[in-house]
């Protein structure tokens, strides 16, 4: 299953309205007074006539808007919500979208929140078809373009960053992302299962056709046992001191159609407390909330919901758990919509964003996707506040901004322009791999002005080693930049941990992968930098595939080149979604540029 399971609900949706069109309607599932199991009979073979050649080729416009419009008709009715979540896992398994258990599972977990955003979004049957089959069936605007407002007060002069006076202070900062513990998680299990997730109790047990899940985790698609995440924090605790630490998020397995609100609290919880335990009591860590945290996955309401639907019951936890490294005014804004802000030090200060508001997989924001919970607008005045009293600012979150809605990403980079001053690093994670997005100013794409960090993932999911990274950053003093100086990235070597002397290590220990500033061949890790090294990417592949192979943690099985190469430079050239001026010159294509974002949101 893809992570954003909505893309599953949605190919579901449209396909129930088949279903509720071809059958006798008004009846609920199970068996009521009035349905006979002949009338459900008649539904199963209306939806198996359909079989796997079923494609959206098959789908007219006129046929699209009447489906829809049952569908709209029949939520309508409560007695038909049963009806509607039956026909969704019917429409599941005959589009042979996943396993038949876990088409069950996930609709069933889905169900209640899908639908209750459907009902209460504007979105009409002309608008719903105008994204399935394109603007010639409908024009959708739920998610038009929107816009933040800027203080009226001038940009202050740009004055390029220089490197820091040797022996000038530097913060050393741990980056944590993606840990993706997955609790049942076993050992011997099939690492080639048919479920999404495999390496698990649930999988098949190998067999000579199929690879063992390894000890201290699997190249496959398969997340971690604890005991690689507890393994992981002994060695960091080893490898300080730290001045703080950078937490993005993902906490939960990627079974995303199994979790339960209790699940996904124990775990936060787990892992919390692990870190504070490995960590100790004097290193502040700061957290941001990611995709995979709340349950059904993406499943992030704005505050304007109340009551059971809304997201209290994970931010309560959070900032019950999170107390000991915050301040209560940040943990005000983190009970209200999962973002806060916070002075690390005198001189330098945090935001944490909560990403899923610009996430197109929260079907929430079908509801309304301008500027939710006002985060943006948040964000305007805080960097304002900052740049009046001098201040930098750091910037965390889970998605990075090239990957979210595109009004919301366009209002980013627009703020990111014109605070470039002020906002001197952006800490991202969430694609599992180890990139970067640039930031260029808004006139004429030219000039550097700023970087999101992208950073690889402690979860192996999927093909991967365990990872985590270490920022360098100019340290306090006055007139500290602030900026990211260099940095480092850590891995476990599977092979290595689990075959060592035939056996698995016992204590298997973290290794360095590489430095920047010498794998790359770097003085400084500016924004001039990294644009200058995107040119040599392009003029040398050898450079490249460098950087492909630290890209995948050192286990990589195939070069990237051709079309593969020129998405991927395209992807790092733009901080902001859908910009084909900035992918014309490689001679990327709105499609490919599409397609390769498509994957980076499967995580």
Same mark, same amino acid.
Request: net charge negative; proline share 7%; glycine share 6%.
């Given at each position: 299953m893809k992570p954003a399971a909505l893309g599953v609900c949605t190919v579901c949706f449209l396909y129930l309205g088949f279903v509720l069109f071809s059958s006798r309607g008004g009846t609920a599932y199970?068996?009521?007074?009035?349905?006979?199991?002949?009338?459900?009979?008649?539904?199963?073979?209306?939806?198996?006539?359909?079989?796997?050649? /079923?494609?959206?080729?098959?789908?007219?416009?006129?046929?699209?808007?009447?489906?829809?419009?049952?569908?709209?008709?029949?939520?309508?009715?409560? $007695?038909?919500?049963?009806? $509607?979540?039956?026909?969704?896992?019917e429409a599941c398994v005959k589009l042979r979208l996943?396993?038949?258990?876990?088409?069950?599972?996930?609709?069933?977990?889905?169900?209640?929140? =899908?639908?209750? #955003?459907?009902?209460?979004?504007y979105l009409w049957p002309s608008e719903a078809c105008g994204i399935l089959l394109g603007p010639s069936c409908g024009h959708f605007d739920i998610y038009a373009p929107w816009n933040v407002t800027l203080p009226q007060v001038p940009k202050p002069p740009?004055?390029?960053?220089?490197?820091?006076?040797?022996?000038?202070?530097?913060n050393r900062v741990l980056f944590l992302t993606d840990v993706h513990w997955d609790k049942d998680y076993a050992e011997g299990s099939s690492a080639d299962c048919k479920e999404p997730l495999c390496c698990r109790n649930a999988s098949d047990h190998s067999t000579w056709h199929h690879r063992a899940a390894g000890y201290w985790g699997t190249?496959?698609?398969?997340?971690?046992?604890?005991?690689?995440?507890?393994?992981?924090?002994?060695?960091? #605790?080893?490898?300080?001191?730290?001045?703080?630490? /950078?937490?993005?998020?993902?906490?939960p397995a990627h079974n995303v159609w199994a979790q339960t609100r209790s699940q996904q609290l124990l775990e936060l919880v787990t892992i919390t407390r692990l870190i504070q335990k490995h960590l100790g009591p004097n290193i502040t860590v700061y957290p941001a909330v990611g995709n995979h945290e709340s349950t059904p996955v993406n499943s992030f309401p704005p505050p304007f919901v109340h009551g059971n639907r809304s997201s209290s019951w994970l931010y309560d936890t959070m900032a019950e758990e999170w107390a000991p490294w915050l301040p209560e005014q940040a943990l005000q804004t983190l009970r209200r919509a999962g973002f806060y802000t916070v002075q690390i030090q005198p001189g330098l200060r945090l935001v944490s964003l909560n990403m899923n508001f610009c996430a197109r997989e929260n079907f929430w924001l079908m509801v309304n996707s301008t500027d939710p919970a006002d985060q943006l607008q948040w964000l305007v005045g805080i960097l304002q506040e900052a740049e009046n009293k001098g201040e930098k600012v750091h910037i965390i979150g889970h998605i990075p901004p090239g990957l979210c809605l595109k009004s919301w990403s366009w209002n980013y980079y627009h703020i990111i322009n014109r605070y470039e001053s002020t906002v001197t690093g952006q800490f991202f994670g969430h694609t599992h791999v180890d990139e970067f997005q640039m930031f260029y100013d808004e006139e004429t794409l030219t000039r550097p002005l700023g970087v999101a960090f992208i950073a690889p993932s402690v979860t192996t999911y999927i093909n991967l080693n365990p990872g985590y990274r270490v920022y360098y950053v100019d340290g306090q003093y006055p007139g500290s930049s602030h900026l990211v100086l260099d940095h480092e990235t850590y891995i476990l070597n599977l092979t290595q941990a689990n075959n060592h002397s035939r056996s698995p290590d016992p204590n298997p220990k973290w290794s360095l992968l590489y430095r920047a500033t010498e794998a790359y061949g770097l003085s400084t890790l500016f924004p001039v930098d990294w644009d200058g090294l995107l040119k040599t990417f392009q003029a040398d592949d050898r450079v490249f595939q460098r950087f492909w192979y630290l890209y995948h943690k050192g286990h990589v099985s195939e070069p990237c080149r051709d079309a593969c190469k020129t998405t991927t430079i395209c992807f790092l050239r733009s901080g902001r /979604?859908?910009?084909?001026?900035?992918?014309?010159?490689?001679? =990327?294509?709105?499609?490919?540029?599409?397609?390769?974002?498509?994957?980076k949101t499967l995580c």
């Open positions: 199970p068996l009521v007074d009035g349905e006979t199991a002949e009338d459900r009979v008649k539904i199963v073979e209306a939806v198996a006539k359909l079989k796997v050649g /079923y494609g959206w080729r098959n789908l007219t416009c006129p046929l699209c808007k009447a489906l829809f419009t049952i569908l709209d008709v029949a939520l309508l009715s409560e $007695v038909n919500e049963e009806r $509607v979540a039956w026909a969704m896992v996943a396993e038949e258990q876990v088409c069950r599972e996930i609709i069933e977990l889905f169900r209640d929140d =899908v639908i209750r #955003a459907l009902q209460e979004s740009i004055t390029p960053p220089s490197p820091p006076k040797p022996g000038s202070p530097q190249y496959s698609k398969c997340d971690l046992p604890l005991r690689t995440v507890e393994n992981m924090l002994e060695n960091v #605790a080893k490898a300080g001191p730290w001045d703080w630490v /950078y937490w993005t998020g993902d906490i /979604y859908d910009d084909p001026r900035q992918c014309a010159q490689l001679g =990327v294509g709105g499609q490919e540029i599409a397609r390769a974002i498509k994957k």
